[in-house]
């Protein structure tokens, strides 16, 4: 069954035309002219429950704008959208308490007051028990490490610390969709290992439907099986993470270990490919996908 759908989606920006000058802006107080751009440019694809996808693209592609409109925040330009069983823009209130949400570049969190008491505050927000509060706590505890800082505000978190605390908060109402939008910006290799184990985790325990995007392909390699690929507003790719080496890598790096490597001169070995490295133990060529079997 499907957790997320949507069909011919589209988010069109209308903005003013710049002229330059003062004559320019005199001018354009009269007569405006107006540019259109399809952030988002009919997209169509379909989430299963339990899946655990990757939302790629350059700067500008329109991974944020689909995501925002996913979550309700923007309302599309055309298009539809299904997802739990709601219309994001037309059902919010309902719809937010069945979804989570983390933006790298933004806090969930009261920035003056310490993270125990913004969780406190989401707990009455959700209407989470006691109990189950509580239960979750310890698991973030757990496996986030939060529980050093919980009486810390948050504005004197560091960053990889907040955005435990944000993933955290995303979490503790135990929604079925998880939205990530670029949850490792900026932090450490530490930081970063420690959130992949954690969402890796919690997919594979509770189902949870996620939707991540990241610049960080190590959080996509070590995370997502099935990858959606966008540009410009629109899907080119959407399919297995395996799949995209096989249809646009041109090499495949092929290393030969043996024990007497200097017998095995790099000028020899350079019909076969590009010796990209040598050692005592082994050596590495470059070679063209259509010479290996």
């Keep these: 069954m499907a957790s997320i759908e949507t069909a011919d989606l589209r988010k069109v920006f209308r903005s003013v035309k710049r002229r ?27 989430l299963e429950a339990g899946e655990l996808v990757g939302y790629l693209g350059p700067n500008g592609a329109g991974k944020s704008t689909t995501i925002k409109m996913l979550t309700g925040i923007l309302v599309p330009s055309t298009g539809e959208i299904v997802s739990n069983g709601f219309v994001p823009w037309r059902q919010r209130t309902d719809y937010v308490k069945t979804i989570g949400v ?7 969190l009261w920035w003056d007051i310490a993270v125990v008491e913004s969780f406190k505050l989401l707990r009455r927000i959700y209407g ?14 757990q496996v986030l490490g939060i529980s050093d800082y919980l009486n810390t505000p948050v504005r004197k978190l560091s960053l990889g610390e907040r955005m435990r605390c944000d993933l955290a908060a995303s979490l503790l109402h135990a929604p079925p969709i998880l939205f990530l939008d670029e949850p490792t910006i900026g932090l450490d ?51 297995k993470l395996s799949e995209i080496v096989d249809r646009f890598a041109d090499f495949k790096f092929v290393t030969i270990q043996c024990d007497k490597t200097n017998e095995y001169p790099a000028e020899n070995l350079a019909r076969y490919g590009e010796v990209v490295e040598k050692t005592p133990g082994a050596i590495t060529l470059k070679v063209k996908r259509d010479r290996v079997i």
């Design 20 to 46: 330059p000058g003062v004559g320019g802006a005199i001018a354009a107080l009269f007569s405006r002219e107006y540019e259109e751009k399809a952030a988002v440019d009919g997209i169509t694809m379909s």
């Design 102 to 108: 983390v933006f790298g570049q933004r806090t969930q």
């Design 128 to 141: 989470v028990s006691q109990r189950d509060f509580d239960e979750r706590m310890e698991l973030f505890h």
């Design 189 to 239: 290799v530490t930081s970063q290992k420690t959130v992949r184990d954690f969402i890796r985790r919690h997919n594979a325990e509770q189902k949870t439907t996620i939707l991540l995007t990241s610049h960080y392909m190590a959080d996509i390699q070590e995370l997502c099986e099935r990858v959606i690929i966008i540009d410009h507003g629109k899907i080119f790719f959407d399919g």
